[in-house]
């Protein structure tokens, strides 16, 4: 029985020989057959990247099909035959991936493991045994829908890793166990199909590449599974032949295999750092499961029957240590979270502008790394990245700049009322250090998953260049996230992407009090030191911008943000705290405004106010919007262009966002200001520091598992975006509850012992700044 399969994809030949062998057939006898292989000299080995102009073509020489042992002859290729060819069925099966390819390449492996499972797997496949169908079923078939953007061929990771089984060695004296090895190979051709991009340009260039939004269509992602005891040069070599057997028309110029894309089933063992952070971990929680049961037994001490109420409980309480023991029971803390009572500030409105901005930030965080996986259809990005109505979410980076504007703001106001009824004295250590405690704690458990048992916690084929290199980076670099100090020093390896920002305000949160303070001292200096600041943080960017010949911001293009930790704009340019001065600046600028609107009771005239929101609407828009001008592949690029909007766009979009601000603390703003302080975002607003802190947990791993590539449209882009959302307040939510709200009573406690006077603008000023 002959079958043909020319031009047939490999899951209809599996299925023959499926169909095959539930019959009983057979196709061939594998008994006492001998066949002569040569694997030639070390010398003639190739290096993994080759040209497919000099391929290797074996002589003569003999393997055992019993022993799989391997001795160095000449011989013809015409010659060349395996046991397994002996199988009519698998002789003319004719699909990319041909067995005759694979014995090819066993010719210019060197590694002995390697062949002698490679032939191992060969022969069972002729034996139509289970394991080593599926390994080969693993396999992606014939590449599909290039054209259309798909550059990733998967196969199927789990069928690949878990194929296994134990064959005998020589002499049947004992047992060889193969698995299976996942491993992803680039393979690149010189025929393009579509214009190439450059991932990694120099600094000179990087903005002037026309077409960048045209992905490259000579490079493809192929997967194979093969033994695991053959190594990534092994992998590309089985690719090169195994392409070059089957698209000639195509050039390869060559394959790459990264080890950090071989994947295979193994055991970890348990680390030290694992052990230090998760008896960490336990003791925590232990600690907080103990302080809720004393809560619970105080309250039915103190209350019997009443409802039970925050403020009430606190003035009962005597006991500095009670107190502190109290701070972490989950009961405290849930109360305090849902707790909505207003403050005197009418400052309710920015728990709105919080909750919403951080949504937005999270969605542009998936869109980010949606488009940095696998695509089946990139196209798609280049259709929705030059309209308008898409722009909130390419434009995404800029929303991080609302809460700088905020973190300014808010330390801005607080601190003037503070210093008003302190008369100028004021611990600006205390500050800082208070401000540290704030933080920090919460910070430090989501370091410490990354850098222990994140990698722990699932797989696939981009698991270890994903989540595998995050744990390198984070074992490396933690200590400079903790310091704050990781957005310029260490940058090759930072850990946790959205780090930059804690690191960012922090400083600025320190430069502050040397601006706010002249502000309330003498209100003259102050403003020319502010709008120095200010006038120079529009400086810099321009001419950083200009001199270098730089993107306007981080472009969301591809191939550029699938590690956003290694794109060369991202790294060296947007996470600096001399880009992003500007919003924070701002933020000082509209706090000081309403501070002396409110003091002096001034009334906004409604000419004032009507010029105001057209003012804002116009900033708004134009710095959000005009972003799709930039990703426009017709768009001619303008370095000036690129440098006005470097320099402009974080203060367009600050004085907009800073305009909503003041018109509803002062009143002015009718139901927009209703809407935005509604009491769901006062807790809301409470889990958005949490939420920025858990989102690049959600990304990363999502990242990481993924085993096909994506098909993108507005629909699924939008059910996908909605779960990370949920997902990440989810774990916010966990995070707030159990670290970052009770580290922020015991803030309240240690200034208390400082002797800081009790009342809610020292509890507000000492907090600022959060997210």
């Keep these: 029985m002959t079958y043909r399969f020319r031009k047939k994809t490999l899951f209809l030949c599996l299925v023959v020989v499926v169909l095959e062998y539930c019959s009983g057939e057979e196709s061939g006898s594998f008994e006492n057959v001998t066949s002569s292989i040569d694997f030639g000299d070390d010398k003639n080995e190739k290096s993994v990247s080759q040209q497919s102009s000099e391929m290797f073509m074996p002589d003569n020489t003999t393997m055992n099909s019993t022993y799989y042992s391997v001795e160095n002859q000449d011989y013809d290729y015409e010659d060349f035959d395996l046991p397994i060819l002996e199988s009519e069925t698998l002789r003319n099966l004719n699909f990319p991936h041909s067995l005759q390819a694979v014995q090819k390449a066993m010719t210019k492996i060197s590694n002995k493991e390697c062949i002698n499972d490679t032939a191992s797997i060969l022969l069972a496949i002729s034996k139509r045994e289970k394991w080593a169908l599926e390994l080969l079923d693993s396999f992606p078939k014939f590449p599909e829908s290039i054209l259309y953007g798909n550059f990733y061929q998967l196969g199927n990771f789990d069928e690949c890793i878990e194929a296994k089984s134990s064959v005998k060695t020589e002499n049947d004296i004992s047992k060889n166990t193969i698995t299976g090895q996942y491993c992803l190979a680039d393979i690149h051709f010189s025929r393009k199909l579509e214009t190439k991009v450059r991932t990694k340009r120099s600094m000179e260039n990087m903005a002037l590449e026309k077409n960048r939004g045209l992905f490259e269509g000579n490079v493809i992602h192929w997967s194979i599974c093969l033994p695991s005891s053959c190594g990534p040069k092994d992998a590309a070599i089985l690719v090169n032949e195994i392409f070059f057997s089957s698209v000639k028309h195509f050039e390869i110029i060559s394959v790459d295999v990264d080890p950090k894309n071989c994947e295979t089933e193994k055991k970890l063992p348990i680390t030290t750092s694992e052990i230090i952070y998760g008896s960490v971990l336990g003791i925590f929680l232990m600690f907080t499961l103990l302080a809720t049961f004393i809560h619970v037994w105080h309250l039915k001490k103190i209350r019997r029957s009443a409802m039970y109420n925050v403020d009430e409980l606190r003035q009962k309480q005597s006991s500095i240590l009670k107190e502190a023991v109290i701070c972490f029971s989950v009961i405290n803390t849930t109360a305090r979270f849902f707790h909505t009572k207003p403050n005197d500030l009418n400052l309710e409105s920015i728990c709105g502008v919080k909750f919403i901005s951080m949504v937005t930030i999270i969605a542009g965080h998936s869109l980010i790394f949606f488009f940095g996986g696998p695509i089946a259809n990139k196209k798609f990005f280049t259709e929705v990245s030059t309209r308008v109505e898409h722009a909130i979410f390419i434009n995404s980076p800029i929303i991080v700049d609302t809460f700088l504007l905020l973190s300014g703001f808010l330390m801005c106001r607080l601190l003037l009322i503070e210093l008003d009824k302190r008369k100028g004295k004021m611990n600006f250590l205390l500050l800082y250090i208070a401000r540290y405690i704030r933080l920090t704690p919460a910070y430090a458990v989501v370091l410490g998953l990354y850098t222990t048992f994140l990698y722990r916690m699932g797989s696939g084929p981009f698991w270890e260049s994903r989540i595998g290199v995050e744990k390198e980076r984070c074992e490396k670099s933690w200590w400079l996230n903790l310091l704050y100090v990781n957005n310029y020093v260490g940058t090759d390896d930072l850990c946790m992407f959205?780090?930059?920002?804690?690191?960012?305000?922090?400083?600025?949160?320190?430069?502050?009090?040397?601006?706010?303070?002249?502000?309330?001292?003498?209100?003259?200096?102050?403003?020319?030191?502010?709008?120095?600041?200010?006038?120079?943080?529009?400086?810099?960017?321009?001419?950083?911008?200009?001199?270098?010949?730089?993107?306007?911001?981080?472009?969301?293009?591809?191939?550029?943000?699938?590690?956003?930790?290694?794109?060369?704009?991202?790294v060296n340019y947007y996470i600096k705290t001399h880009m992003r001065i500007s919003?924070?600046?701002?933020?000082?600028?509209?706090?000081?405004?309403?501070?002396?609107?409110?003091?002096?009771?001034?009334?906004?005239?409604?000419?004032?106010?009507?010029?105001?929101?057209?003012?804002?609407?116009?900033?708004?828009?134009?710095?959000?919007?005009?972003?799709?001008?930039?990703?426009?592949?017709?768009?001619?690029?303008?370095?000036?262009?690129?440098?006005?909007?470097?320099?402009?766009?974080?203060?367009?979009?600050?004085?907009?966002?800073?305009?909503?601000?003041?018109?509803?603390i002062t009143d002015n703003a009718g139901f927009i200001n209703k809407f935005l302080s509604h009491k769901f975002f006062i807790p809301a607003s409470r889990l958005t520091y949490c939420a920025y802190?858990?989102?690049?947990?959600?990304?990363?791993?999502?990242?990481?598992?993924?085993?096909?590539?994506?098909?993108?449209?507005?629909?699924?882009?939008?059910?996908?975006?909605?779960?990370?959302?949920?997902?990440?307040?989810?774990?916010?939510?966990?995070?707030?509850?159990?670290?970052?709200?009770?580290?922020?009573?015991?803030?309240?406690?240690?200034?208390?012992?400082?002797?800081?006077?009790?009342?809610?603008?020292?509890?507000?000023?000492?907090?600022?700044g959060e997210l």
């Design 693 to 768: 802190l858990a989102n690049g947990l959600v990304e990363i791993y999502s990242a990481g598992i993924v085993r096909q590539p994506m098909y993108m449209s507005i629909f699924e882009l939008s059910c996908k975006t909605c779960g990370h959302i949920v997902l990440t307040f989810a774990l916010a939510f966990v995070l707030c509850i159990f670290f970052e709200s009770p580290i922020h009573g015991m803030e309240k406690i240690l200034l208390k012992n400082f002797d800081v006077k009790k009342d809610k603008q020292r509890n507000s000023v000492l907090s600022v």
């Design 498 to 570: 959205q780090s930059w920002y804690l690191a960012v305000d922090y400083h600025l949160f320190i430069v502050a009090p040397f601006i706010i303070y002249p502000l309330w001292k003498k209100p003259r200096l102050g403003e020319t030191i502010l709008l120095f600041c200010t006038i120079t943080s529009v400086v810099v960017p321009f001419w950083i911008t200009y001199k270098g010949k730089l993107d306007p911001t981080v472009m969301a293009y591809p191939p550029e943000v699938s590690d956003l930790a290694s794109n060369f704009y991202f």
């Design 583 to 664: 919003s924070y600046c701002i933020g000082l600028f509209y706090a000081y405004l309403v501070h002396k609107i409110q003091r002096s009771m001034i009334k906004l005239s409604t000419l004032v106010i009507t010029i105001g929101w057209i003012f804002a609407i116009i900033c708004g828009m134009a710095s959000m919007f005009s972003i799709v001008i930039f990703y426009d592949p017709e768009h001619s690029v303008n370095i000036i262009e690129n440098a006005m909007y470097a320099s402009l766009h974080r203060v367009s979009w600050s004085l907009a966002i800073g305009w909503i601000l003041l018109v509803c």
